[in-house]
């Protein structure tokens, strides 16, 4: 595993610019980091691989963004890190929103939920109103003490032994 001074050295990045690489190839390399002692992230062969390509893509004149899409293509990831293909959709890829035959169902169901949050509300704001009540009947707070019992401890323990004399 390697740490981000290591991949520092060995890349030739900054920390700024590890972060902001590291960010672009999230996809494919989020399963390949871990962190380590004081929570210092540490990383695995593989994103030290996908840094090295970048590197030499951008050497090559290609720029961040696209370096990172090239090395998306060659490894056959989509952004989220979900192989393209047929099996994508078992990768995760999210599934398309189901619209419901019955629109008035819908339409019932939203209007429960609206009467639901509403006593809800009525709810909290009566237990608010109790308690603003006790905390309004509580004892005020105990007055000041003196002046002489407000110096530290330590004065008023000198002040005691000096007048005893």
Not at 18 to 23: A, N, V, Y
């Amino acid at each position: 595993m390697y740490g981000m001074s290591d991949l520092q050295k060995i890349t030739g990045y900054t920390s700024d610019q590890l972060r902001d690489r590291l960010g672009r190839v999230w996809g494919i390399v989020a399963q390949d980091h871990r962190r380590g002692p004081k929570n210092a992230v540490l990383v695995g062969d593989k994103t030290l691989a996908v840094l090295r390509r970048m590197r030499e893509l951008e050497s090559a004149e290609v720029g961040p963004n696209d370096a990172a899409k090239q090395i998306m293509a060659e490894l056959g990831v989509d952004g989220d890190g979900a192989r393209k293909g047929p099996s994508s959709v078992a990768h995760g890829a999210p599934k398309q929103p189901q619209t419901s035959p019955n629109a008035s169902q819908n339409t019932s169901d939203e209007s429960a939920l609206v009467d639901e949050l509403r006593d809800r509300i009525r709810f909290l704001e009566r237990e608010t109103e109790r308690l603003w009540g006790l905390v309004d009947g509580l004892r005020a707070l105990p007055a000041p003490r003196a002046e002489e019992d407000r110096r530290p401890w330590i004065v008023r323990r000198l002040r005691s032994l000096v007048s005893r004399r």
